[in-house]
Each structure stands twice: as structure tokens, then as C-alpha cells.
């Protein structure tokens, strides 16, 4: 049986694990044991990313696994929408770390990081061609394609 290798976790644990607790511990280090100068405060956004990613590996593998599409959801992707989550987590974080953040600030890069992945999945969805099976060649059709001087070796490019 041909599984579709998006529809277990196992191959995701392992990265999700490794992404969440080098994220996490490594923002517990940034806040409970370094001082506040900027090579921590770069730590401590690359740590947070790790974190979010980590965590929303579970959930947008479940996501995708509820509510499939057309292609399915490969690995790359599923992974890319966890890094989303990161992205948009670190951004925040940075943003309110300055004093800008307002809910519409962050309204709008959650729409737009949405908008994006939407245009991204369009663009697959546009060049995704579903594999069609090749009839095999029967004993008429052989005898037809030697009468038309085919050489059934040959192929053409798009085969």
C-alpha cells in the first residue's frame, strides 16, 4: 500500500523535538541567564523562532492532515507553515520589544504572512500535474505504430 508520507508524524518528531527544546531552553537561558546586550537579544529571537517552530510543527502537520488539499501538503511545506508561526511570533516579539506593536500592527503581518503562503500554495497548486498512468501497449496498437513506422524505444520529451 502507497501511503501518503504526510499522514503519520514520525518523520517530524524528531526536528519538531530538536526544534522545541533547543527553543525553549535556549529562551530560558536568554532571559534567566544573560545580560541584556544586543548579541543576546539576537539569541534570544533566533531561540524564540526555534521555539514557535517547535511547537506549531505539531499543529500544522494536524492541519494538513485534517483538512488535505489538492496536491497534498509535502513535508517542505508543512514545514514551512510551522516556520510561519516562528516568523511571526519573532516579529512580534520585536516589534513590542521597540514599542510598536498594536493589534493592528500585528493584524496586519498575520494577514499578510497568510496572504503569502496562500499565493505560494496557489503557485504550487497552478504547476502541480498529477501523475496519469501510461496505457501499456497492446498487441493492436503495436502492430499499428510498426505500420506507421513508430519506434516504440522512442519517447517523446514530455513522456
Do not use: C, H
Not at 511545506?77 to 508561526?85: P, S, Y
Request: charged content about 15%; glycine content about 8%.
Amino acid at each position: 500500500m502507497n501511503e501518503n508520507p504526510t499522514r503519520t508524524f514520525q518523520p517530524y518528531a524528531g526536528a519538531a523535538l530538536i526544534l522545541f527544546l533547543l527553543g525553549w531552553g535556549g529562551v530560558a537561558v536568554m532571559i534567566f541567564g544573560s545580560r541584556p546586550i544586543p548579541p543576546a537579544q539576537w539569541a534570544f529571537f533566533v531561540f524564540w523562532t526555534m521555539a514557535l517552530t517547535g511547537t506549531a510543527l505539531p499543529a500544522t502537520w494536524f492541519l494538513n492532515l485534517r483538512f488535505p488539499s489538492d496536491p497534498p501538503a509535502e513535508a517542505f511545506v508543512i514545514v514551512r507553515q510551522a516556520l510561519w508561526f516562528g516568523v511571526y511570533g519573532a516579529v512580534l516579539a520585536w516589534l513590542e520589544k521597540t514599542t510598536v506593536l498594536t493589534i493592528w500592527v500585528a493584524l496586519g503581518w498575520g494577514l499578510g504572512l497568510i496572504a503569502i503562503e496562500y499565493i505560494i500554495r496557489m503557485r504550487e497548486r497552478s504547476r502541480w500535474r498529477p501523475s496519469l498512468p501510461v496505457p501499456e501497449p497492446t498487441q493492436e496498437t503495436a502492430g499499428e505504430n510498426e505500420k506507421k513506422g513508430i519506434d516504440p524505444a522512442a519517447r517523446s520529451p514530455g513522456e
